[in-house]
């Protein structure tokens, strides 16, 4: 009753036919004063346990890494569960922000639209300026609760007896849901742009076109909001599992990665703004959005040769 489940599901428990999840680990820990250890002894022993495995350890055996217990990776995993929508909601306004400006500003161009060219400049920006300063908003409240679990993705350390375990369920659990969002958020981005070619071959007006583009940004929005969601609960298990690109080496590395992509993004916002509404622009930012096409795909390939650089 205190646990708040059904006896159906403490008999399995009881018959080691399923294992009960990081948090009723913890109430059991607490109700029977007994550690987390002890309840998981004979569930999760790893066969082969090893937890020296980096060379900075195994040259000097002294050195100790801090320890990530049960509580604190549940705690983790929740707040991630929680943080996710709200990143990806974050990503879709960020992504969409140019939607309102490069449809306005199409629309200016036709008297009919009743729109002049500096009202739909003025509300385009606003409309933009506001979606990012709410994504931002959005993403800085995520990130002052993960602050606390910041050294997951940038320092070694250990985990308490039974977590991996428990971690490896919780990942195998949600996989199904990491593969469909992946799947269906490629799709999207490979649908997106097929009404830009349509328009494009059938040589349609500038406002169709313009349409077009809009729609692409809309559905890559939707897309990358599947993505940032699957993407968010599954690197908080790869980051307390130290797996894929959050292994002890990559840590080391993260920092350069980081800065990169920082630069990066803030030098191809300046050469659209640049080409766009410098001396040499017609501040027209609706046929300027081939830039951000551009720096999509570099972007890939600036990451590949750094990475090839690092190893070399």
Do not use: H
């Not at 680990?25 to 346990?49: A, C, G, H």
């Not at 400006?101 to 506001?130: D, H, P, Q």
């Not at 070694?156 to 469909?180: I, N």
């Not at 490979?190 to 349409?211: E, N, R, T």
């Amino acid at each position: 009753g205190r646990l708040g489940v059904t006896r159906q599901s403490v008999s399995k428990w009881e018959g080691a036919q399923s294992v009960p999840d990081i948090e009723k680990i913890v109430q059991l820990s607490r109700l029977f004063s007994v550690t987390t250890d002890y309840l998981l002894k004979d569930e999760l022993e790893d066969p082969d346990p090893v937890l020296v495995t980096d060379a900075e350890k195994q040259e000097d055996p002294e050195i100790t890494y801090r320890q990530v217990t049960m509580e604190e990776a549940s705690v983790y995993m929740k707040m991630e569960r929680e943080n996710a929508p709200k990143k990806a909601l974050a990503t879709f306004l960020w992504v969409s922000s140019p939607i309102a400006l490069i449809l306005l500003a199409s629309m200016s161009e036709y008297a009919r639209s009743g729109i002049n060219e500096n009202a739909a400049a003025a509300i385009g920006l606003c409309v933009l300026i506001l979606f990012v300063a709410i994504g931002v908003v959005i993403y800085t409240s995520c990130s002052a609760k993960e602050k606390e679990y910041a050294f997951l993705e940038k320092e070694p350390f250990e985990t308490e007896y039974g977590v991996t375990g428990l971690v490896r369920e919780r990942k195998k659990e949600f996989q199904p849901v990491y593969t469909r969002n992946k799947i269906v958020g490629t799709v999207l981005c490979i649908f997106s742009v097929m009404p830009l070619f349509v328009a494009m071959g059938l040589d349609a007006g500038d406002i169709v076109s313009c349409a077009a583009v809009c729609f692409m940004l809309f559905v890559i929005a939707v897309a990358s909001q599947l993505f940032v969601y699957a993407g968010t609960i599954n690197d908080s298990m790869q980051k307390l599992l130290e797996e894929e690109e959050y292994t002890r080496e990559n840590k080391a590395r993260s920092g350069i990665y980081s800065a990169v992509s920082t630069c990066y993004w803030l030098l191809v916002t300046a050469v659209f703004l640049f080409v766009c509404f410098g001396p040499y622009g017609n501040a027209k930012p609706q046929y300027y959005w081939v830039v951000w096409a551009i720096a999509g795909v570099l972007y890939g390939a600036v990451l590949a040769i750094l990475k090839i650089v690092r190893r070399q």
